[in-house]
T-cell receptor, first 115, second 110 residues
Framework: DAGVTQSPTHLIKTRGQQVTLRCSPK?????VSWYQQALGQGPQFIFQ???????QRGNFPDRFSGHQFPNYSSELNVNALLLGDSALYLC??????????????FGSGTRLTVV | RKEVEQDPGPFNVPEGATVAFNCTYSNSASQSFFWYRQDCRKEPKLLMS???SGNEDGRFTAQLNRASQYISLLIRDSKLSDSATYLCVVQSGGSYIPTFGRGTSLIVHP
């Protein structure tokens, strides 16, 4: 039973560039959430996708966008990269019953460095 | 006030010790509570859900105090392998999004 897979694992980009991160959820999960985790901080919620729509969004600028595909996989796009975007980007999949989830399964993350 | 607050630590304890972490939350409508464990430079992993009646899993015990709006995690007989960051997670009713605390660092030494 494959868990959550993310690619790439590491990435170095230059300020102003654009980046796309990818995530395949755990089998049986239909909801994908993206988080940004800076060093020494807890994960910060970016957005969540369900049924190919952005269901909820955190306090991140429009430079952060995403997509969910019919097979539930998801992409996170960040435009006009800033140095402050350097972080670990985590994808989490889950299954909801109503508005309650029973725990996230996280991928191992993509470590993005902006130089 | 932050939605979920944790003492970042580190808590430095010897093997075999009992250690407890608390986490406070601000939204009284919160309905789901979890503890996650995160090893250095790894992803968070679900340790346990926290139920109203409290729950235990081996050496780990989680408690919820709704009146005072906090959850706790107790680790008995600490092992070196328990060294990690423990993240408190709270989800409010009507929101699909769990909120993570910044984590509490635990270091268990020989």
């Amino acid at each position: 039973d494959a868990g959550v897979t993310q690619s790439p694992t590491h990435l170095i980009k230059t300020r102003g560039q654009q980046v796309t991160l990818r995530c395949s959820p755990k089998s049986g999960h239909d909801t994908v959430s993206w988080y940004q985790q800076a060093l020494g901080q807890g994960p910060q919620f970016i957005f969540q996708y369900y049924e190919e729509e952005e269901r909820q969004r955190g306090n991140f600028p429009d430079r952060f966008s995403g997509h969910q595909f019919p097979n539930y996989s998801s992409e996170l796009n960040v435009n006009a990269l800033l140095l402050g975007d350097s972080a670990l980007y985590l994808c989490a999949s889950s299954l909801y019953v109503g508005d309650r989830n029973y725990g996230y399964t996280f991928g191992s993350g993509t470590r993005l460095t902006v130089v | 006030r932050k939605e979920v607050e944790q003492d970042p630590g580190p808590f430095n304890v010897p093997e075999g010790a009992t250690v407890a972490f608390n986490c406070t939350y601000s939204n009284s409508a919160s309905q789901s509570f979890f503890w996650y464990r995160q090893d250095c430079r790894k992803e968070p992993k679900l340790l346990m859900s926290v139920y109203s009646s409290g729950n235990e899993d081996g050496r780990f015990t989680a408690q919820l105090n709704r009146a005072s709006q906090y959850i706790s995690l107790l680790i008995r007989d600490s092992k070196l392998s328990d060294s990690a960051t423990y993240l408190c997670v709270v989800q409010s009713g009507g929101s699909y999004i769990p909120t993570f605390g910044r984590g509490t660092s635990l270091i268990v030494h020989p």
